[in-house]
């Protein structure tokens, strides 16, 4: 079993910065062998893919919306992700969730956090 408490959110102004972090309750080998996301959901709107790191850190793949702005990464000696998050807009303003994931002999591992609020505003 993953447990991941998400953190680090609450109110910006437009331009500001914030840095997210995810904690996973697992031990520090398991961790490393899930690829990790952050993903967020505005009111209204379907839960979308924000940024993901592979298992070693490695790869790190970004949407479109928020390339050159947010940064995500992992420590996996501390079992925990990050987000920076800079030069924030208010189009930003959503739950942000983590996830764990891994597929390891056929079977598929899947965790999320509770979501932690983000709120761009002025």
């Known amino acids: 079993q993953v447990q991941l408490v998400e953190s680090g959110g609450g109110l910006v102004q437009p331009g500001g910065s914030l840095r997210l972090a995810c904690a996973c309750a697992a031990s520090r080998f398991t961790f490393s062998t899930y690829v990790m996301s952050w993903y967020r959901q505005a009111p209204g709107k379907e839960r979308e893919l924000v940024a993901r790191?592979?298992?070693?850190?490695?790869?790190?793949n970004y949407a479109d919306f928020v390339k050159g702005r947010f940064t995500i990464s992992r420590d996996n000696a501390k079992s925990t992700m990050y987000l920076q998050m800079n030069s924030l807009k208010p189009e930003d303003t959503a739950v942000y969730y983590c996830?764990?994931?891994?597929?390891?002999?056929?079977?598929?591992?899947?965790?999320w956090g509770q979501g932690t609020q983000v709120t761009v505003s002025s």
């Open positions: 996830q764990a994931y891994r597929f390891v002999g056929g079977k598929e591992y899947n965790y």
């Open positions: 790191i592979s298992n070693t850190g490695d790869t790190r």
